[in-house]
Nanobody, 122 residues
Framework: QLVESGGGLVQPGGSLRLSCSASGFALDDYAIGWFRQAPGKEREGVSC????????VYARSVKGRFTISRDNAQNTVYLQMNSLKPEDTSIYYCARDPSGVCWMRPSRYDYWGQGTQVTVSS
């Protein structure tokens, strides 16, 4: 099971930290990706952290503002989101990729969490 948490309502320029916690398997056996989907839009990749070397990938729209990290002891992956903008408003999902390599295509991910809502508004 993958469970996201940490979403909420924040003002533009604010910060949130999302968590993706796993039960039943070890997150460090997989690449873990964060995706988001706004109403009427396709699901898009936000960030990913690879299995072995911890290589990270970011979408151009969030690079420099978001940071992905992994805490293996807690079996949790985090997404620190700073300088949030209204266009970051979306449901955020984490997912696992058995290949262990960061690909930002949703079809490569075999297991998804239920999502957490992030709303950026004044």
């Amino acid at each position: 099971q993958l469970v996201e948490s940490g979403g909420g309502l924040v003002q533009p320029g604010g910060s949130l930290r999302l968590s993706c916690s796993a039960s039943g398997f070890a997150l460090d056996d997989y690449a873990i990706g964060w995706f988001r989907q706004a109403p009427g839009k396709e699901r898009e990749g936000v960030s990913c952290i690879s299995k072995s070397d911890g290589n990270t990938v970011y979408a151009r729209s969030v690079k420099g503002r978001f940071t992905i990290s992994r805490d293996n002891a807690q079996n949790t992956v985090y997404l620190q989101m700073n300088s949030l903008k209204p266009e970051d408003t979306s449901i955020y999902y984490c997912a696992r990729d058995p290949s262990g390599v960061c690909w930002m295509r949703p079809s490569r991910y075999d297991y998804w969490g239920q999502g957490t809502q992030v709303t950026v508004s004044s």
